[in-house]
């Protein structure tokens, strides 16, 4: 019997050399000499056998220092984009003091996530771009610490979305990109603790609007590209502890502004390619005076509106990409927004001789040109 067990591991330790050769965790030879690329392999290799023969040894000193996966003593895993082995998958699963995870962009499925189901102190997960779908969302429920999740650009709708509203210790969640409708959203409803909302390139109709505005907490809105007009904007109103909106890329004009204006708490605010923006509407938020950060790229505005946002004098970061109105004439309007430190001219009139002027008074400015 004891000669059974000892064969047994044996194989099993030489089943893990195999699986360790197609890691995506070994550094990549252009960027590593031969020998450190081996010393890294094998650190991790003898790792990886520490793990599946379980061993006592600790999984973090075996790495040592050319770890590219630290061990058990992490608490923040960024493996965005790479492709995991069964193995280690396998040991990621066991990696219990785990609070932030990146999965983005890995070969994830329902599979391989059933084996994290016993990441209970998992606060952070980001699952875009992976090939989860609502089956393997249930998995989600075993999180009982979940605060921040992102199922970004994954293939999951309405399903989904129930499955979603399950989780209750959410406070920030990205459905970007999903398949999930305005009747998913009003599943959403039931995260009241939300606060923040990210639902970029989402088919906002009222009803999503509606259901959104239930959603008394929210400090952070991000509903780019959704078809938003005045109207739907609307009927979000009620969202008046609003710290970030970001809106690009919608049918916004001058009246929807009206809205905004109501959002006294707005620290940035992104009205990029709103094209029928122009400085009338921008006039209407002039009682935003915690904004210190305003998008503005893609508007009509004129250097009418470099006079108007003088009020803002918190403002950090002015966009004005693509602004083609705006060049050299009034940029002396800016020089009394003193915390100024990132500007965009990009696609604008502003010419070197405009940019040297800003920088001779805002010696920390840094423009994008």
């Given at each position: 019997?004891?000669?059974?067990r000892?064969?047994?591991?044996i194989?099993t330790?030489a089943?893990?050399?195999?699986?360790f050769?197609?890691?995506?965790?070994?550094?990549?030879?252009?960027?590593?000499?031969q020998?450190t690329a081996g010393?890294?392999?094998?650190?991790?290799?003898?790792a990886?056998?520490?793990?599946l023969?379980?061993s006592?040894?600790e999984y973090?000193?075996?790495l040592g220092?050319h770890?590219?996966?630290k061990?058990?003593?992490?608490?923040a895993?960024?493996?965005h984009n790479r492709?995991?082995?069964y193995?280690d998958w396998?040991?990621?699963g066991?990696?219990?003091?785990i609070?932030?995870?990146n999965?983005a962009?890995?070969?994830l499925?329902?599979?391989?996530?059933?084996k994290l189901?016993g990441?209970?102190?998992v606060?952070?997960?980001?699952?875009?771009?992976?090939?989860?779908?609502a089956k393997g969302?249930a998995?989600l429920q075993?999180?009982?610490?979940l605060q921040?999740?992102?199922?970004?650009g994954i293939?999951?709708?309405?399903q989904?979305a129930?499955?979603?509203s399950?989780l209750?210790?959410?406070?920030?969640?990205?459905?970007t990109d999903?398949?999930?409708?305005n009747?998913g959203?009003a599943?959403?409803?039931?995260?009241?603790q939300?606060?923040?909302?990210?639902?970029?390139?989402?088919?906002?109709?009222e009803s999503?609007c509606?259901?959104?505005a239930k959603?008394k907490?929210l400090q952070l809105?991000?509903?780019?590209?959704?078809?938003?007009?005045?109207?739907?904007?609307n009927?979000m109103?009620p969202?008046?502890?609003?710290r970030e909106?970001r809106v690009r890329d919608?049918?916004?004009?001058?009246a929807?502004?009206?809205?905004?204006?109501g959002f006294?708490l707005?620290?940035?605010?992104d009205l990029?390619?709103?094209?029928?923006i122009d400085?009338?509407?921008?006039?209407k938020l002039?009682?935003l005076?915690n904004l210190?950060?305003?998008g503005?790229?893609?508007?009509?505005i004129?250097?009418q509106?470099?006079?108007t946002?003088?009020v803002?004098?918190q403002l950090?970061?002015?966009g004005?990409?693509n602004?083609?109105?705006?060049?050299?004439?009034n940029?002396q309007a800016l020089?009394k927004?003193?915390?100024?430190?990132e500007?965009t001219?990009v696609?604008?009139k502003?010419?070197?001789?405009?940019r040297n002027?800003?920088?001779?008074h805002?010696?920390?400015l840094?423009?994008?040109?």
């Open positions: 019997m004891h000669a059974g000892k064969s047994l591991a194989l330790l089943l893990a050399l195999l699986l050769q197609s890691s995506c965790f070994a550094a990549p030879a252009e960027q590593h000499s020998t010393d890294s392999s094998r650190a991790f290799g003898e990886l056998l520490l793990k023969s379980g006592n040894v973090d000193k075996s220092a770890a590219v996966f061990g058990s003593k992490e608490t895993f960024d493996l492709k995991l082995t193995a396998t040991i990621l066991g990696q219990k003091t609070k932030k995870l999965l962009g890995t070969n499925t329902d599979q391989e996530l059933e189901k990441l209970v102190n606060e952070q997960l980001d699952l875009a771009r992976t090939k989860v779908s969302l998995v075993s999180f009982p610490k921040v999740l992102s199922v970004r293939y999951i709708s309405d989904s129930q499955l979603l399950k209750k210790t959410l406070i920030a969640l990205d459905v999903t398949a999930i409708s009747a959203i599943s959403l409803e039931k995260l009241t939300l606060e923040r909302l990210t639902a970029n390139q989402l088919a906002l109709s999503g509606k259901s959104i959603l907490r809105l991000a509903i780019d590209k959704t078809g938003l007009t005045d109207n739907l904007l009927a109103a969202l008046t502890s609003l909106l919608n049918d916004l004009t001058d929807g502004l009206e809205t905004i204006s006294t707005l620290e940035e605010l990029g390619n709103s094209k029928s400085d009338a509407g921008v006039k002039t009682g005076k210190r950060l305003l503005l790229a893609g508007t009509n004129t250097n509106t470099l006079d946002i003088t803002f004098k950090e970061n002015l004005l990409r602004t083609r109105n705006i060049d050299d004439s940029l020089t927004l003193k915390n100024l430190k500007l001219t696609g604008s502003i010419t070197a001789k405009g002027y800003l920088t001779a805002f010696p920390q840094h423009i994008l040109y």
